[in-house]
């Protein structure tokens, strides 16, 4: 069974960096774009940035410049490293990614998100 597990959530100060860290387990047989979304409260999920298998990046513009996506193919594992973080990137982030499973159709697989709290 194709699980993503995250890690590295917290409460920070503003102007403060975290990291977020996601990694793929299970029977699979290919990993392709991984991402990073986030949910705040009242507010509808909303994308922060992607990555393709060949390192290919995309962030949201509120995100460009502060937040930096990146990922280790042979561990099957996405970051989001976050700095200058800001009151308003308070939310619950979740990694996605596009898998293959062995056997199965590919499909988008979620974490099971992370609290991300910025505040003094």
């Known amino acids: 069974q194709v699980q993503l597990e995250e890690s590295g959530g917290g409460l920070v100060q503003p102007g403060g960096s975290l990291r977020l860290s996601c990694t793929a387990s299970g029977s699979i047989s290919s990993l392709n774009v991984m991402g990073w979304f986030r949910q705040a409260p009242g507010k509808q999920r909303e994308m922060v940035a992607q990555?393709?298998?060949?390192?290919?990046?995309n962030y949201a513009g509120p995100v460009k410049g502060r937040f930096t996506i990146s990922r280790d193919n042979a561990k099957k594992t996405v970051y989001l490293q976050m700095s200058d973080l800001k009151p308003e990137d308070t939310a619950v982030y979740y990694c996605?990614?596009?898998?293959?499973?062995?056997?199965?159709?590919?499909?988008?697989?979620w974490g099971q998100g992370s609290q991300v709290t910025v505040s003094s």
């Open positions: 990555i393709s298998s060949d390192g290919v990046t």
């Open positions: 996605n990614a596009n898998i293959r499973p062995v056997n199965g159709n590919r499909n988008l697989f």
